[in-house]
């Protein structure tokens, strides 16, 4: 019998951010010999118009995941865990979800209405736009200042439909998956991670804040790889 065909990684990040986020976690797994994607998700930074929203989100994630000619893994940070959710769902080449620190929501849950259904107060609202007001400290408060800095520099606003929109779909009632739980986190408070993460069929923990894939890049590895292996 032959080996098993070892999943493609798809990563995809959260609000503000882009797949830049990934670059240490990604550079470790290539160099580990897996074969790695990304998505950049389409209500980040939109253009002027009609703003892209969680279901438009959705879409960019089932598409990267139909262009993958075998087996995948999802790895979602924090907003992303929502559109993957509802992307991914009956997708039949997705073998299992990681969820970090991310928003494993249910079929007609928010982002919004996971917050308690007020923004936080770290949220800037701008129209239909949306971005945070401290990201230093409630994004990488235990990542190297100069990283942090470079980080803070390349987020972008990102469409408030993304919050406000409802999960249509929830991979995870029946794809595997693995909640991811950052114990320092000061975006997603430690109560609601673990919350979410009684959805998860496996649930990790990291003393990580909101952005391990820069502050605990070899941890992360170490737990998508062991969700990817067969």
């Known amino acids: 019998m032959s080996a098993p065909t070892r999943p493609v990684l798809l990563l995809v990040h959260g609000a503000w951010h882009g797949s830049w986020c ?6 470790a797994l290539v160099d580990n010999g897996w074969r790695v994607e990304s998505v950049d998700l389409p209500s980040v930074g939109p253009a ?3 703003r892209p929203g969680l279901h438009d989100d959705a879409k960019a994630v089932r598409a990267a995941i139909d262009a993958v000619d075998g087996p995948v893994v999802v790895v979602a940070h924090s907003y992303g865990g929502a559109p993957v ?14 969820y970090v620190t991310a928003f494993q929501l249910a079929p007609g849950e928010s982002l919004l209405g996971a917050a308690g ?24 408060g235990d990542v190297a200042p100069e990283v942090a800095d470079a980080a803070v520099a390349r987020l972008r606003p990102q469409s408030y439909a993304a919050a406000t929109e409802q999960l249509l779909a929830a991979a995870w ?5 693995t909640y991811v739980v950052c114990e320092a ?14 959805r998860a069929g496996h ?4 003393p990580a804040a909101h952005s391990p894939f820069l ?11 062991a969700a990817a292996r067969p």
Do not use: C, K, N
């Open 22 to 27: 990934w670059e240490p976690v990604r550079t």
């Open 48 to 50: 002027a118009g009609d």
């Open 85 to 98: 959710s509802e992307g991914a769902a009956d997708a039949p080449t997705v073998q299992h979800l990681v």
């Open 117 to 140: 259904g007020q923004p936080p107060p770290w949220w800037r609202i701008d129209g239909d736009l949306f971005s945070p007001l401290t990201p230093h400290e409630v994004f990488y």
């Open 173 to 177: 009632e029946s794809t595997p998956s």
């Open 185 to 198: 986190d000061q975006a997603i408070p430690v109560f609601a991670q673990e919350a979410m993460a009684g």
């Open 203 to 206: 649930v990790e923990r990291l």
């Open 215 to 225: 502050s605990h890049p070899a941890d992360l590895v170490r737990i998508i790889e």
